[in-house]
């Protein structure tokens, strides 16, 4: 068995686009989805995309991809890199796929010189967090994340809240 993990292109937007559908799913979420094909072309592989995507391959067949981006942070002075989505197949869990693209991003993050590598996972997702911190991750539970989106964005942006 080989894995292979290689930066994603343009023409494998359709291929990430199903990739996030079925993580949805998983998180029961799918409803959440409204991302198009065009919405990842240009969100990924546009000249200002804000995120890139990795490709996780097994004998030459797709099996999982990761989004991430650079954050910054003001307490290191550093570059961070965020890993927004990780997903494997199902039938190829537990075959290190997963660990290899960590440990893709990991050096990607060594290599520009990040002070941090950041990630969340689901409270009620308990494989993932015994195999995030099996590799060494902790969780962060002092801080707790906030969302504006949607009607509440907008009403706040306009002043309305």
């Known amino acids: 068995m080989t894995i292979h993990i290689r930066p994603a292109t343009a023409a494998d937007a359709a291929l990430i686009l199903r990739f996030i559908t079925e993580l949805a799913v998983y998180e029961k ?19 200002d995309a804000p995120a890139k995507s990795l490709i996780c391959e097994m004998n030459g067949e797709p099996v999982g991809f990761c989004v991430y981006f650079l954050s910054y942070s003001t ?15 199902p039938a190829s869990r537990g075959s ?4 290899q693209m960590l440990r893709h991003l990991a050096q990607i993050a060594c290599d520009t ?33 906030y969302r504006l989106a949607g009607d509440a964005l907008k009403a706040f942006a306009e002043g309305d809240a």
């Open 29 to 47: 979420a799918e409803h959440e989805v409204v991302a198009n094909v065009k919405d990842i072309e240009a969100s990924l592989f546009s000249a």
């Open 75 to 89: 307490w290191l002075g550093k570059q961070g890199l965020y890993l927004e989505d990780l997903y494997v197949s």
């Open 96 to 99: 290190g796929a997963g660990k």
């Open 113 to 145: 010189g990040c002070g941090r590598f950041e990630w969340s996972v689901l409270d009620w997702n308990e494989p993932a967090i015994g195999f995030y911190e099996s590799i060494g991750a902790s969780a962060q539970s002092e801080w707790v994340r």
